[in-house]
Nanobody, 124 residues
Framework: QVQLVESGGELVQPGGSLRLSCAAS????????MGWFRQAPGKEREFVAC????????YYADSVKGRFTISRDNAKNTVYLRMNSLKPEDTAVYYC?????????????????WGQGTQVTVSS
């Protein structure tokens, strides 16, 4: 089992920045690929970014490419999502997820553990 706890979500103005954190506990964190997903009201959950076990390979949704950066610190059992140039359409609950695999994936169906989510609201 891997337990995940997200933090860092808050209200921010358009153009602003946030850094989300996801702290993992339980089984070895370094063996898990990690992902960030988001769900806006009335919409399905969508892929945002993912990272493999070492941090060497990352993928991003087209909508966030160039603005968001995923990273991880295996010594701290934590994965991060740095979000810059935030837009109102980035407003959503952001979820951290872990796979029982070292390889990252864009598909939420391939993730085995999920956090409870953290709310990000982008509004003036």
């Amino acid at each position: 089992q891997v337990q995940l706890v997200e933090s860092g979500g808050e209200l921010v103005q358009p153009g602003g920045s946030l850094r989300l954190s996801c702290a993992a506990s339980g089984r070895t964190f370094g063996g898990n690929a990690m992902g960030w997903f988001r769900q806006a009201p009335g919409k399905e959950r969508e892929f945002v970014a993912c990272i493999n076990w070492s941090g060497a390979t990352t993928y991003y949704a087209d909508s966030v490419k160039g603005r968001f950066t995923i990273s991880r610190d295996n010594a701290k059992n934590t994965v991060y999502l740095r979000m810059n140039s935030l837009k109102p359409e980035d407003t959503a609950v952001y979820y951290c997820a872990a796979r029982r695999s070292v390889y990252n994936s864009r598909s939420d169906h391939e993730y085995d553990y999920w956090g409870q989510g953290t709310q990000v609201t982008v509004s003036s």
